[in-house]
């Protein structure tokens, strides 16, 4: 099976309220164009250079998303062009975002990450440093970021309860925030949750936003 069949059969698994973000992390632009040219017009990058570099190769018209851990020096390159950054987690990070997002006269949708699986290595807010830093209220003075959801990973892990409780406890505190402090802020919205492992979890659970990578491009 091509690109472009991997992604229609994808998609046939899914609402329509569900969007699929093509992650195209280590996938030279070649395939990205051939997913393009299928249809696909929002993709996921981790890594600053790589993404500034297939930016430039690929159609302006490709919305990319940010989705992997971002250094705060790195944010100028991605500014002029990022449609949505998944991982902001701190409240620095947040600050550098809105300084370079003013500098290009733009406002950049944001994604909190939250740390909900059980391992060490994935970054994200606990959920009581979320609670913390959203009601310390710092981020209402951030007039060029805009705060459009949450993003979560789960445990990699074959076990489907953990992962559905993970997603679970996400989907809890998105809405526990939305209704605290989004009440009357439509753009508020966001669940990104989901990835080629557990989506069909995930979308069960709410999800709205799908990363799916190795469903599309094969084993990276
Ligand atoms: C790489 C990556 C994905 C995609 O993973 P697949 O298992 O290939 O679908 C999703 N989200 C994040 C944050 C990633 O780094």
């Not at 994935?122 to 970021?145: N, Q, T, Y």
Request: glycine content about 6%; proline content about 4%; aromatic content about 8%.
């Amino acid at each position: 099976m091509n690109i472009a069949s991997h992604i229609r059969s994808l998609r046939e698994t899914l609402p329509p309220q569900v969007k699929v973000v093509a992650v195209s992390k280590f996938h030279p632009a070649e395939k990205i164009r051939e997913a393009y040219d299928a249809g696909q017009r929002l993709f996921g990058e981790s890594r600053v250079q790589e993404l500034v570099a297939k930016q430039q190769l690929l159609p302006k018209d490709v919305e990319w998303h940010f989705i992997g851990s971002l250094q705060r020096n790195k944010v100028k390159q991605i500014a002029p062009f990022i449609s949505l950054i998944h991982s902001v987690d701190s409240e620095r990070l947040i600050q550098e975002v809105d300084r370079q997002a003013a500098a290009c006269g733009r406002v950049i949708p944001c994604l909190l990450q939250l740390h909900i699986a059980q391992e060490e290595t994935k970054s994200g807010f606990s959920p009581d440093e979320c609670r913390r830093f959203l009601e310390e209220g710092s981020w209402k003075k951030c007039a060029h970021v805009q705060l459009a959801g949450m993003m979560g990973m789960a445990t990699y892990t074959d076990n489907r309860e953990q992962v559905r409780r993970e997603f679970r406890l996400l989907r809890s505190l998105f809405e526990e925030s939305r209704a605290h402090f989004f009440a009357s802020d439509p753009a508020f919205r966001e669940l990104s949750m989901g990835m080629s492992g557990d989506y069909p979890v995930a979308v069960e659970e709410g999800s709205t936003l799908i990363r799916v990578g190795t469903l599309i491009f094969g084993n990276r």
